[in-house]
């Protein structure tokens, strides 16, 4: 099927079951070209695997995923790679190579024969490493870095890969707060020069504030698309986080979600009262010779 050219990614009726889970349950959605797309959702939502099914790491049991025009099943994986590049959220811990040459590796699907860098491979993993501010440990090894500095590490990959389309879980889930904004208005530039950006998180302000567009799963299933501020809803919250939850539209900060409580807590949640409850709790159970207080 010939998808229009400003759709990028079309996925259709797409399922995908582990043994017993179905992990995925009849997703239909289009991304256009150049669109930074965050894809939310609670923890076991579905987000990872659609991630996985999207560069091919998973064979949908049904439905279909073109990519730029093409059908996932017919490419292989060194064509797969000029289309997407992929960012996972786990990475080994004690992986003995180092910096530079992690992010070289995003060059290899233009290697042709032997795998000798030219000039320009080395301009553009520079390049790529300036930009996410990881030239400084170039020559160290990836096992030795935090989460933080290897996430940035493989984003910088990902980029060297000059890949059209970037899959990235969670890219900002062990950053500091400085470097969430940074990566997300580094992503947010990429997407202004074209690239198309899925990204998987659970920084839901952080999503509402970069991202064109928010897909939203909830038991595998999609539950809302579309623009941030048409998606995200006080329902919407308390459906999908089962929480209670403010929506204002900030001056200068945007449209900002302040989260008041669980939804079974009577969607006021206040911690100096808890405080009195705890000491009042405490109290009851040093009297039965429990704790001290
Ligand atoms: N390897 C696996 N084997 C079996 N079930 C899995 C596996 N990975 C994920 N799941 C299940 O699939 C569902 C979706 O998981 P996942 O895609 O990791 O969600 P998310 O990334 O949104 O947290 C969850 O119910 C999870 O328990
Ligand atoms: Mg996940």
């Not at 449209?255 to 100096?272: A, K, Q």
């Amino acid at each position: 099927m010939l998808c229009s050219p400003e759709v990028i990614i079309r996925v259709e009726d797409l399922v995908y079951s582990y043994d017993s889970v179905k992990a995925l349950d009849g997703l239909t959605f289009e991304i256009n070209r150049g669109e930074f797309v965050g894809l939310v959702g609670p923890n076991g939502s579905g987000k990872t695997t659609l991630l996985n099914c999207l560069c091919k790491l998973y064979t949908p049991q049904e439905g279909s995923i073109h990519l730029n025009g093409h059908n996932l099943k017919d490419l292989t994986p060194l064509e797969g790679a000029k289309i997407y590049a992929v960012v996972p959220s786990e990475f080994p811990a004690d992986m003995n190579i180092s910096i530079v040459d992690t992010v070289l590796l995003g060059r290899h699907p233009y290697f042709e024969g032997f795998w000798w860098e030219s000039e320009h491979d080395e301009q553009i993993v520079s390049g790529a490493m300036e930009r996410l501010n990881v030239l400084d440990f170039a020559n160290r090894k990836l096992g030795e870095l935090s989460s933080g500095e290897k996430q940035r590490v493989l984003i910088a990959k990902a980029l060297a890969q000059e890949a059209k389309i970037l899959l990235i879980d969670e890219p900002v889930a062990y950053l500091d707060l400085g470097y969430q904004l940074e990566v997300m208005e580094m992503l947010t530039r990429l997407a202004d020069e074209g690239v198309t950006i899925l990204a998987a998180m659970h920084q839901l302000n952080l999503a509402v504030k970069y991202c064109d567009k928010l897909i939203v799963l909830d038991k595998g299933k999609l539950v809302a698309c579309g623009k941030p501020q048409d998606v995200v809803t006080q329902r919407l919250i308390e459906d999908v986080y089962g929480i209670k939850a403010i929506i204002k539209n900030i001056p200068r900060a945007g449209l900002t979600i302040i989260p008041l409580s669980t939804s079974n807590n009577g969607g006021m949640f206040d911690r100096e009262n808890r405080k009195e409850r705890t000491i009042g709790f405490n109290k009851a159970k040093a009297r039965s010779g429990r704790v001290d207080v």
